[in-house]
């Protein structure tokens, strides 16, 4: 699978960070999604396609639903959509009956705020507290010793945010 995770949202948890272009690679979308991510993270249940609906304009639309599955696939919202591949964007648009169009979204960071709550509410995700946060350090210490790579610890913590619908700072 070709998910990426925040190095940005769990540095602070791991107590480290990633070296350089690592990092730089892990706050946003990979180059590409795999088909295979397309159908399983990008595809709108009706559900979702309602929850879009709610938001104004075209862009803040499309640009929520991203939001949508960003989280859904990164495990987190990154903070410029300009980076989404293409292919993604017509994806989701397609299915939205919209333009895939993103250019002159969060010119207003209420927007992107209020986009970013209402899409981890929308998902169940809540902010990691820190008795959540205290077993994730011990946890990490734990895996520490097993991996030689921040890489492949920092994806494995973010799975488990992922699948335990919780998010760190940022």
């Not at 097993?146 to 919780?166: F, K, N, Q, Y």
Request: glycine share 10%; net charge negative.
């Amino acid at each position: 699978m070709s998910k990426q995770v925040a190095a940005s949202e769990l540095a602070e948890v791991g107590g480290g960070d990633v070296l350089g272009d690592q990092r730089e690679r892990l706050q946003g979308f990979p180059p590409e999604v795999a088909e295979e991510d397309l159908l399983r993270f990008f595809a709108l249940s009706d559900e979702d396609v309602t929850e879009v609906r709610r938001q104004r304009g075209a862009t803040s639309r499309l640009c929520f639903a991203l939001n949508l599955c960003a989280l859904r696939y990164l495990g987190f919202i990154p903070d410029n959509l300009g980076d989404v591949p293409l292919p993604v964007v017509d994806y989701v648009a397609r299915q939205l009956g919209l333009e895939a169009e993103v250019a002159g979204y969060g010119q207003r960071t209420p927007t992107l705020v209020v986009h970013k709550q209402r899409a981890r509410e929308y998902l169940g995700f809540e902010r990691m507290g820190p008795e959540t946060e205290s077993a994730l350090r011990g946890w990490l210490l734990d895996r520490a010793l097993e991996h030689d790579t921040p890489v492949a610890l920092l994806r494995m913590v973010c799975e488990g945010c992922i699948g335990r619908r919780s998010f760190g700072h940022g």
